[in-house]
């Protein structure tokens, strides 16, 4: 049946959204209905739990704390939050090098003062969590290591980090949007992973990819909301494994 979809959220809540994606494409005159109904999809996928917006105040007190980069890196999940790397700023205060002239004859700042990307306020980020990430047979403590570089990155930048759980499995229990806090909420990330959860189906990766990023911006009510998917999230924790295989080669 062609149902709203907070009435047939417990029946298929994939093929709710599927349908009323069909009927905004295809019927010109249900179109306002069907986006309606699809925006009210999004919002019920994050509103499947108690979903608690207290991420300011949680990180007030911890964002001066520098990042934990010692052990490894991903240059990915940094340039996501828009850390850019080394920034270029001017101050009044001597530094190595010489003043630039322009600027001082117009009275601004002239010398340079480059500062790390991490100290800046970072980009929100959204990261599907559809069982695919492949953990590489690494042991827990690389794993927990890895947890705690996203935690301890994404709380320098202050940078609001939400989860979609996009399949439902022993783990979940149902469908969320979930914000992380805690080193152990980023633990979810992994959790869900292709070693415990299993096989994925055809159907469950077409459901994964009827998610469009800019309906999840729509729904959480950011344009500057960064989208992650698991390719990228593979991509992240495979950048961080070979830096930390590197770094792990030179000490010996």
């Not at 599907?128 to 705690?148: G, K, L, W």
């Not at 500057?224 to 924790?237: A, G, P, T």
């Amino acid at each position: 049946g062609w149902l709203a979809p907070k009435e047939q959220i417990k029946i298929d809540f994939f093929r709710n959204l599927r349908q009323w994606r069909w009927v905004e494409k295809n019927i010109p005159s249900l179109k306002t209905l069907a986006s309606k109904n699809i925006k009210e999809w999004y919002q019920l996928w994050k509103s499947n739990v108690v979903y608690t917006l207290g991420w300011g105040s949680s990180f007030t007190v911890l964002n001066k704390t520098a990042p934990d980069i010692s052990n490894g890196r991903s240059k990915t999940f940094e340039t996501l939050l828009g850390s850019g790397g080394q920034l270029e700023q001017w101050t009044d205060q001597p530094g190595e090098g010489i003043p630039d002239v322009g600027r001082l004859l117009q009275g601004l700042p002239a010398y340079r003062k480059v500062t790390s990307g991490l100290s800046h306020m970072g980009k929100p980020l959204f990261i599907i969590a559809d069982a695919c990430i492949d953990i590489r047979n690494q042991t827990e403590d690389i794993q927990d290591r890895f947890v705690h570089y996203l935690h301890s990155v994404a709380k320098a930048m202050q940078a609001k980090v939400d989860v979609g759980l996009a399949i439902k499995s022993h783990y979940s229990g149902k469908l969320s949007v979930k914000r992380l806090f805690s080193v152990d909420d980023f633990k979810v990330l992994l959790r869900y992973n292709v070693t415990s959860y299993g096989i994925i189906t055809a159907e469950q990766i077409r459901n994964v990819g009827m998610l469009e990023d800019s309906r999840i911006k729509g729904m959480m009510d950011d344009e500057d909301l960064v989208v992650i998917r698991s390719e990228e999230f593979q991509k992240i924790y495979d950048e961080y494994i070979e830096s930390v295989e590197k770094k792990s080669m030179v000490v010996k």
